[in-house]
């Protein structure tokens, strides 16, 4: 069947993840193992979250990969809120194999980074939905929209992440998050909100979180000029607007052309410009 050729760019309000290949030289005998076993992939990959941090997801996308495949998930267990993906080797689909990590390592550092942005979302809820509701009210008076829905869900697995901003936390073991995280997962919010301030405090956790904007002009010619000019009204309006924001957090407004790389649609490029406040 005829398929029409993806551009190598698009406006970001049209782009839904047209393109995007997480392993672009994927084999045949991969591609047929893979979707053969899927259901067990993404029931490894369900197990996974659930053995290591004590908490539920759903699968969101699934795409084969060399010798195994990679599984999207989203969490939204207990207000806990962020995305992931999963490689899996083909040896992992084995029911009888433990998902469980016994031991800390760079890996799983790595995804506890995802993880705990999901535990900063939550347990600053209310201002992180303040920012997300101001930012949609004032998209077409600053000219900008942001990814699509349909792009993060099939494209975006670093964490907590909306249409128009993400959340960054600093990456901790996996014997730290057992002792100092995982015990807030059933708190209800007052608790959790003191349980993450004592998490900090005795992980000796000092930066700020940091929220990073994805704000893309609806502007067919933008600048470099005329992004950092928004960006800089934007940031100033938050700051001068600064009840029920996430002070709390180190807000970097980034304010980017409309074009987004199909093939590789990550954040920043055609005349980024930024403007970075509390």
């Known amino acids: 069947m005829f398929q029409e050729k993806v551009p190598d760019r698009m406006p970001a309000q049209e782009y839904k993840g047209q ?6 030289h994927v084999d045949r005998k991969s591609i047929h193992f893979a979707k053969k076993h899927r259901k067990s992939f993404e ?3 369900i197990r996974f979250f659930k053995d290591n941090f004590s908490l539920n997801v759903k699968v969101t996308k699934f795409a084969p990969i060399k010798d195994g495949a990679i599984v999207y998930i989203h969490c939204d267990d207990h207000d ?3 995305n992931a993906s999963l490689s899996l080797a083909q040896d992992d689909i084995d029911e009888d194999k433990s998902m469980k990590v016994n031991e800390d390592g760079d890996n799983i550092a790595n995804m506890l980074e995802h993880v705990l942005t ?4 939550r347990a600053h809820k209310k201002q992180y939905d303040h920012l997300y509701n101001y930012l949609n009210k004032n998209k077409d008076k600053y000219h900008y929209t942001g990814y699509t829905k349909e792009a993060i869900v099939n494209t975006q697995a670093d964490g907590y992440a ?19 995280y995982e015990p807030l997962i059933k708190m209800n919010q007052k608790d959790f909100e003191e349980g993450m301030k004592r998490a900090r405090k005795a992980t000796h956790y000092e930066a700020k979180p940091e929220v990073v904007t994805t704000l893309f002009s609806t502007k067919k010619e933008s600048s470099e000029k005329y992004n950092f000019k928004m960006a800089t009204q934007i940031a100033k309006s938050i700051e001068k607007n600064n009840t029920n924001m ?4 180190s807000i970097d407004v980034m304010y980017t052309g409309n074009q987004i790389r199909t093939q590789k649609p990550y954040w920043g490029g055609q005349n980024s410009s930024s403007y970075q406040i509390f």
Do not use: H, M, R, V
């Open 43 to 45: 029931k490894s990959a």
């Open 246 to 249: 996430p002070t709390t957090s």
């Open 80 to 82: 806990i809120q962020f």
């Open 19 to 24: 393109g995007y290949k997480d392993d672009p």
């Open 162 to 180: 909306n249409e128009y901003f993400y959340i960054c936390y600093t990456p901790e073991q996996l014997s730290t998050y057992k002792k100092y």
């Open 118 to 121: 999901g535990f900063e979302y």
